[in-house]
């Protein structure tokens, strides 16, 4: 049983940065698709970054390209957001995700379902 823990959340000013850590317990990040999601009050849970089984492939939102890179560290077993450029409206609850299920070389999956492992989340506000 795989367990994530997220770090790095806080209150920020619009404009600013904030990097996002996601830790591992068990088996090495490498042989995950892992995902960062993020759910506002009122909202729907919302991949912003997905990251495919070794990492060779990336996906993004529209609302955060640009100014969010995931990444993964193999060696600390660590996923990370890396968040720039703050607005308001990345006000939400962010959540890693990992998928241990067989995944294809190269997919990036974005969708809630694909994933089987998450995080207890970290909240995320950027004041105006």
């Known amino acids: 049983q795989e367990q994530l823990v997220e770090s790095g959340g806080g209150l920020v000013q619009a404009g600013d940065s904030l990097r996002l850590s996601c830790a591992g317990s068990?088996?090495?990040?490498?042989?995950?698709?892992m995902g960062w999601f993020r759910q506002a009050p009122g909202k729907l849970r919302e991949c912003v970054a997905a990251?495919?089984?070794?990492?060779?492939?990336?996906r993004y939102a529209y609302s955060v390209q640009g100014r969010f890179t995931i990444s993964r560290d193999i060696a600390k077993n660590t996923v990370y957001l890396q968040m720039s450029n703050l607005k308001p409206e990345d006000t939400a609850v962010y959540y890693c995700?990992?998928?241990?299920?067989?995944?294809?070389?190269?997919?990036?999956?974005?969708?809630?379902?694909?994933?089987?492992?998450w995080g207890q989340g970290t909240q995320v506000t950027v004041s105006a």
């Open positions: 995700a990992a998928r241990q299920r067989g995944s294809i070389t190269g997919i990036v999956y974005l969708n809630e379902d694909d994933y089987d492992y």
């Open positions: 068990g088996r090495t990040f490498r042989s995950y698709a």
């Open positions: 990251m495919s089984w070794y990492g060779g492939s990336t």
